[in-house]
């Protein structure tokens, strides 16, 4: 996966598989997590607020993507051992 001189590349897939993932993270993470719906837009504070949880979902969602593309890839080299 990561060796060095190879560049590193997420497939088509994997960034479709990104999008719910996202978005389910950051909708726990604003409403549930964070409890956002008590916050306005009134002060720079609580929209940066927004940016930031939604950063921080976005780095959640990215690694989780990472996760099931390593699995996905021991998997694969498992089975090409077996043949």
């Given at each position: 996966?990561?060796?060095?001189?190879?560049?590193f590349k997420l497939?088509?897939?994997?960034?479709?598989?990104?999008?719910?993932?996202?978005?389910?993270?950051?909708?726990?993470?604003?409403?549930?997590?964070?409890?956002?719906?008590?916050?306005?837009?009134?002060?720079?504070?609580?929209?940066?607020?927004?940016?930031?949880?939604?950063?921080?979902?976005?780095?959640?969602?990215?690694?989780?993507?990472?996760?099931?593309r390593f699995i996905?890839?021991?998997?694969?080299?498992?089975?090409?051992?077996?043949?």
């Amino acid at each position: 996966m990561l060796v060095k001189g190879h560049n590193f590349k997420l497939s088509l897939f994997y960034w479709l598989l990104f999008i719910p993932i996202f978005l389910g993270i950051s909708y726990k993470a604003l409403f549930f997590d964070w409890q956002i719906q008590k916050y306005y837009f009134s002060e720079l504070e609580d929209f940066a607020r927004y940016i930031f949880v939604l950063a921080i979902s976005f780095i959640e969602a990215f690694i989780y993507v990472l996760i099931i593309r390593f699995i996905v890839f021991l998997f694969q080299k498992q089975l090409h051992l077996n043949k």
